[in-house]
């Protein structure tokens, strides 16, 4: 039982944290609302539980073999995330134009785990610290991804709440404005660490 309450701490910390999930959940829901933010938040839940259950099974070994692969994905990640921050951004006071109408989909926001920074430090942290060698190792493999599969629709969920919340308050196109640049700049220093890492392994 121990075993258990450690993984559930960790899947509340892991998912209730600021990070490129959050952010994008939260703008979302304050730009488009709850309801057309669920595919979102429902596809960021799904993706990284299966990312999770992948990683455990042997997925991350590939970037032992193939080191080149890990910083072609940290890559691509940090240039999709700051796409989606300038995409944020753009549509600052505009929700209901052609710009963008609707939030990332279920499976963008599935797919974008893959490309997530943080996501696969999660992942891979969660699986080395607990997980053990041996007949039961599946076992904990599953329930690690059960675990932050149930944890993370309240924990990110809680941030497109407070998205939806600030609508009322962002009624204007300035203050809409502004909370999307506001969001954009948080979403583009989110992956300055990954940058920093980047830049010290060329």
């Not at 455990?56 to 590939?62: A, P, S, T, V």
């Not at 785990?113 to 992942?123: L, T, Y």
């Amino acid at each position: 039982m121990d075993y258990l309450y450690a993984v559930v701490l960790f899947a509340i910390s892991a998912s209730v944290t600021p990070g490129p999930n959050n952010i994008m959940v939260m703008s979302a829901g304050a730009n488009f609302g709850v309801r057309k933010s669920l595919p979102l938040l429902m596809g960021i839940c799904v993706g990284f539980t299966l990312m999770l259950l992948l990683v455990g099974l042997g997925f991350g070994q590939l970037f032992t073999l193939f080191p080149g692969l890990h910083l072609f994905i940290k890559c691509a990640g940090t240039l999709y995330l700051l796409y989606l921050a300038w995409l944020i951004a753009r549509s600052a006071g505009e929700v209901t134009g052609s710009t963008q109408a609707r939030p990332l989909g279920f499976f963008k926001g599935a797919l974008f785990q893959w490309v997530n920074a943080k996501a696969w430090v999660v992942a891979t942290g969660a699986i080395a610290a607990f997980t053990s060698a041996g007949a039961g190792f599946h076992q904990q493999n599953l329930t690690i991804a059960l675990t932050f599969f149930i944890v993370s629709f309240p924990s990110v969920g809680l941030w497109l709440l407070c998205g939806a919340l600030l609508k009322r308050w962002l009624a204007s196109p300035l203050a809409r404005r502004r909370f999307n640049l506001v969001m954009a700049t948080l979403l583009a220093l989110s992956v300055v660490p990954v940058i920093q890492e980047i830049l010290t392994h060329t």
